[in-house]
T-cell receptor, first 116, second 112 residues
Framework: AQKITQTQPGMFVQEKEAVTLDCTYD???????LFWYKQPSSGEMIFLIY??????QNATEGRYSLNFQKARKSANLVISASQLGDSAMYFC?????????????FGKGITLSVRP | EAQVTQNPRYLITVTGKKLTVTCSQN?????MSWYRQDPGLGLRQIYY???????DKGDVPEGYKVSRKEKRNFPLILESPSPNQTSLYFC???????????FGSGTRLTVV
C-alpha cells in the first residue's frame, strides 16, 4: 500500500518569496509517480507537476519545481516568486506503476496563504 | 475542450433519498474513477472502471454504486444516502497507465 504524509500546518508566505511544501511518501513499488495538485477555494483540482521515480532530474514547470529525494522518500514542492493567486490547498499524491488500478493516493493537503 | 463534466455541482438531499451524480468525459479515456474528499483525509478512491462494463471497488466503496454502460459516462449512485456521505466528490478520467488525469469540477453533496 502507498501512503503520503503532509504534516505541515497552514503555511504562510510573503508575496514574491519562495515557499517549500513538504511531502513524504511510503511505497514498496519499484516504479511510481509523484504528483502535486492545487485546489483553490473554488474547489477544482489543478495539476501542477509530475515526477517519475526513475527520473534523474527534478521536475520543473514554470514557477513550480519538485525537490525529489528518493532515498529520503520525499517530494517537496517549491513555489518560487509566490503570487496572491497561489493561496490554495496543495495536495501531494502518488501512483503505482504496477497493477491495473491507476489510483492516485493523496495526502491530507497543506493550506498555503500568500500575504501581500 | 477536453474535460470531465460532473453534475450537479451542489446538492442537498435528505437521508435515504436515492440520488445519482453524473460524470461524462470527452477524451475517449478508458479509465475513470470516483473520489471523495473530506477535511483532514485528502481524496480517497470510491470506485474505478478500467473500461465499459468493467468496474471495481476502491478504498471506500460502502454505500455507493457505479455503472459503466458507455465509455464516456460513469455515474455514481447513492441508493440510500446517509449524513456520513456528506462530502466533496470528484470524477476523473485518464488514459491507460494513469498519467494525464483530468478531474471534474467536483460535486458538493450534503445529506441531512
Amino acid at each position: 500500500a502507498q501512503k503520503i504524509t503532509q504534516t505541515q500546518p497552514g503555511m504562510f508566505v510573503q508575496e514574491k518569496e519562495a515557499v517549500t511544501l513538504d511531502c513524504t511518501y511510503d511505497t514498496s513499488d519499484p516504479s511510481y509517480g509523484l504528483f502535486w495538485y492545487k485546489q483553490p477555494s473554488s474547489g477544482e483540482m489543478i495539476f501542477l507537476i509530475y515526477q517519475g521515480s526513475y527520473d534523474q532530474q527534478n521536475a520543473t514547470e514554470g514557477r513550480y519545481s519538485l525537490n525529489f529525494q528518493k532515498a529520503r522518500k520525499s517530494a517537496n514542492l517549491v513555489i518560487s516568486a509566490s503570487q496572491l493567486g497561489d493561496s490554495a490547498m496543495y495536495f501531494c499524491a502518488t501512483k503505482s506503476d504496477t497493477g491495473a488500478n491507476s489510483k492516485l493516493t493523496f495526502g491530507k493537503g497543506i493550506t498555503l496563504s500568500v500575504r501581500p | 475542450e477536453a474535460q470531465v463534466t460532473q453534475n450537479p455541482r451542489y446538492l442537498i438531499t435528505v437521508t435515504g433519498k436515492k440520488l445519482t451524480v453524473t460524470c461524462s468525459q470527452n477524451m475517449n479515456h478508458e479509465y475513470m474513477s470516483w473520489y471523495r474528499q473530506d477535511p483532514g483525509l485528502g481524496l480517497r478512491q470510491i470506485y474505478y472502471s478500467m473500461n465499459v462494463e468493467v468496474t471495481d471497488k476502491g478504498d471506500v466503496p460502502e454505500g455507493y454504486k457505479v455503472s459503466r454502460k458507455e465509455k464516456r459516462n460513469f455515474p455514481l449512485i447513492l441508493e440510500s444516502p446517509s449524513p456520513n456521505q456528506t462530502s466533496l466528490y470528484f470524477c476523473a478520467s485518464s488514459p491507460p497507465g494513469g498519467y494525464g488525469y483530468t478531474f471534474g469540477s467536483g460535486t458538493r453533496l450534503t445529506v441531512v
